[in-house]
């Protein structure tokens, strides 16, 4: 894991960023000025040459008077060398002093092939770019002869090196900027997280999640984190609020059928046995086993993971059976889910109709499928629930006005189950429903039945 903070990680990451940026913009400007400027420089070599071939063949006497090839063209100082037809000079700039332009080959090209070209020389530890062209067969004694033309690259260079000066101190000085931008940006974007970890540690101290976390005001990042944390806390608030109302809930519940059974231990001890205190300690006992194994299956629904196996809910709704349970509307409707937990689910639902619904009336189990939901539906005869306590019933230990035997958990272990499915549990009158998401049946192979 990196120790390096992520204010130096964002600064070296944008330092390094506009670096290379102005690396890369600047290679490409240094490409397109030198290109542009050893375009122009040889332009002015040719014009130059053009000049004097012009020259050599209308006024040859002008040509090689002194001075006469020494005029500099657009401010560049230029050398000139006029040679005849056999290599002898003609006519040279007073700039060359004695020198002579080292260009042999290339006038010998000029002259026996009529060949124009540029070429690089040295002249001393002087570099210069030349342009050698053939002269008309026209004229004074040069006719025939060939011009070359040449000129420092001294001034070319100075501006590139001065070129490349600029890119590398623009490039530091942007990255300077950028590292100081970013660092001064890093530490106004992270102060709130500072303070959202110093809170953090206030509550992992304390233990209390009904504390919460400061939210900044700006509608950023790390305001959704703020807010998105906040949510978290209080989810953890309700789910120990619900966790000490279930502990309470359950405690008056096994409070009651324990007290039962120690005041019928007791009566045991002093009177001795009979067949009404046994029945009574057997009716306690179940009761206890029954409301413990629906404690362990709600906490295990409530911890269990999402279930992968593929559930047919028209087979599970015709594998139910009772003296009073028939079978409604059955379409194949396949969901993703745990078989033998939708199994308890709807026993769960069938004996809450038996238990809830008319003695004499039947149970309607259907499974049908609507918008992309598969719905399992236990429906008695009975008048049902009002709509004030359609979403109580679903609560822990919730047995209605009836005082009905029971744990009072059934319905709450049918809410436990579909929400795991990623469903939902609901009651509409006497109508109770487990409605999950719809697994697709395309490709599967399976028959539709009529």
């Given at each position: 894991m990196?120790r390096?903070?992520?204010?130096?990680?964002?600064?070296?990451a944008a330092?390094?960023?506009?670096?290379?940026?102005v690396?890369v913009?600047?290679?490409?400007?240094d490409?397109?000025?030198?290109r542009?400027?050893?375009?122009s420089?040889?332009r002015?070599l040719r014009?130059?040459?053009?000049?004097v071939?012009?020259?050599?063949?209308?006024?040859?006497?002008?040509?090689s008077?002194p001075g006469a090839?020494?005029?500099p063209?657009?401010g560049?100082?230029?050398?000139v060398?006029?040679?005849d037809?056999?290599?002898r000079?003609?006519?040279r700039?007073?700039s060359?002093?004695?020198?002579?332009?080292?260009?042999r080959?290339?006038?010998d090209?000029a002259?026996g092939?009529?060949?124009?070209?540029y070429t690089?020389?040295?002249?001393?530890?002087?570099?210069l770019?030349?342009?050698?062209?053939?002269?008309a067969?026209?004229g004074g004694p040069?006719?025939g002869?060939?011009v070359i033309?040449?000129?420092?690259?001294?001034d070319l260079d100075?501006?590139?090196r001065s070129?490349?000066?600029?890119?590398?101190?623009?490039?530091?000085?942007?990255?300077?900027?950028?590292a100081v931008?970013v660092?001064?940006?890093?530490?106004?974007a992270?102060?709130p997280?500072?303070?959202?970890?110093e809170?953090?540690?206030d509550?992992?101290?304390?233990g209390d999640?009904?504390?919460?976390?400061?939210?900044?005001?700006?509608?950023?990042?790390?305001?959704?984190?703020a807010?998105?944390?906040?949510e978290?806390?209080a989810s953890?608030e309700?789910a120990?609020?619900?966790e000490?109302r279930?502990?309470?809930?359950?405690?008056?519940?096994l409070?009651?059928p324990?007290?039962a059974l120690?005041g019928?231990?007791?009566?045991?001890?002093?009177?001795?046995a009979?067949?009404?205190v046994?029945?009574e300690l057997e009716?306690d006992a179940?009761?206890?086993?029954?409301?413990a194994?629906?404690?362990?299956?709600?906490?295990r629904?409530e911890s269990?993971?999402?279930?992968t196996e593929?559930?047919q809910?028209?087979?599970?709704?015709?594998s139910v059976?009772g003296?009073r349970?028939?079978s409604?509307?059955?379409e194949?409707?396949?969901v993703?889910?745990d078989r033998?937990?939708?199994?308890?689910?709807?026993?769960n639902l069938?004996q809450?109709?038996?238990?809830?619904?008319?003695?004499?009336?039947?149970?309607t189990v259907t499974?049908?499928?609507?918008n992309?939901?598969?719905?399992l539906t236990?429906?008695d005869e009975?008048?049902?629930l009002?709509?004030?306590?359609?979403?109580?019933a679903?609560?822990?230990f919730?047995?209605?006005?009836g005082?009905k035997?029971?744990?009072?958990?059934?319905?709450a272990?049918?809410?436990a189950?579909?929400?795991?499915?990623r469903g939902r549990?609901?009651?509409?009158?006497?109508?109770?429903t487990?409605?999950?998401?719809l697994?697709?049946l395309?490709?599967?192979?399976?028959?539709t039945?009529?």
């Amino acid at each position: 894991m990196s120790r390096v903070s992520i204010r130096l990680r964002s600064v070296a990451a944008a330092t390094l960023a506009i670096l290379l940026a102005v690396v890369v913009v600047g290679a490409g400007v240094d490409v397109l000025v030198g290109r542009h400027l050893h375009r122009s420089f040889d332009r002015t070599l040719r014009e130059r040459a053009v000049e004097v071939a012009q020259l050599a063949a209308s006024t040859p006497a002008v040509l090689s008077a002194p001075g006469a090839l020494d005029s500099p063209l657009g401010g560049t100082q230029l050398s000139v060398e006029v040679v005849d037809r056999r290599g002898r000079i003609v006519a040279r700039s007073l700039s060359l002093g004695g020198a002579v332009l080292p260009a042999r080959r290339q006038l010998d090209q000029a002259i026996g092939l009529g060949r124009s070209g540029y070429t690089d020389l040295e002249l001393g530890d002087e570099d210069l770019r030349a342009y050698t062209a053939p002269l008309a067969e026209v004229g004074g004694p040069a006719a025939g002869g060939a011009v070359i033309v040449a000129g420092s690259t001294r001034d070319l260079d100075e501006t590139l090196r001065s070129l490349h000066l600029f890119v590398l101190l623009a490039g530091v000085v942007a990255s300077a900027f950028a590292a100081v931008a970013v660092a001064i940006m890093m530490t106004r974007a992270l102060r709130p997280l500072g303070q959202l970890a110093e809170s953090a540690a206030d509550v992992e101290r304390t233990g209390d999640p009904r504390r919460r976390l400061p939210e900044p005001a700006a509608r950023d990042e790390v305001g959704t984190l703020a807010r998105t944390l906040n949510e978290m806390l209080a989810s953890l608030e309700r789910a120990r609020d619900n966790e000490r109302r279930f502990l309470a809930d359950a405690s008056h519940e096994l409070r009651t059928p324990l007290t039962a059974l120690r005041g019928n231990v007791a009566y045991l001890a002093r009177h001795g046995a009979s067949p009404e205190v046994i029945a009574e300690l057997e009716a306690d006992a179940e009761r206890l086993a029954r409301l413990a194994d629906d404690l362990l299956v709600l906490s295990r629904e409530e911890s269990a993971g999402e279930p992968t196996e593929v559930v047919q809910l028209d087979e599970l709704a015709r594998s139910v059976s009772g003296p009073r349970v028939t079978s409604g509307r059955l379409e194949p409707v396949a969901v993703k889910g745990d078989r033998a937990a939708l199994e308890r689910a709807l026993e769960n639902l069938i004996q809450n109709a038996e238990l809830y619904g008319p003695r004499d009336g039947w149970i309607t189990v259907t499974a049908e499928q609507e918008n992309g939901f598969a719905r399992l539906t236990v429906a008695d005869e009975g008048e049902g629930l009002a709509p004030e306590d359609a979403e109580q019933a679903f609560g822990r230990f919730w047995r209605g006005d009836g005082g009905k035997p029971g744990s009072g958990l059934g319905l709450a272990i049918v809410r436990a189950t579909a929400e795991r499915h990623r469903g939902r549990a609901y009651a509409e009158g006497s109508r109770f429903t487990i409605e999950l998401p719809l697994r697709d049946l395309s490709g599967s192979g399976r028959r539709t039945e009529e």
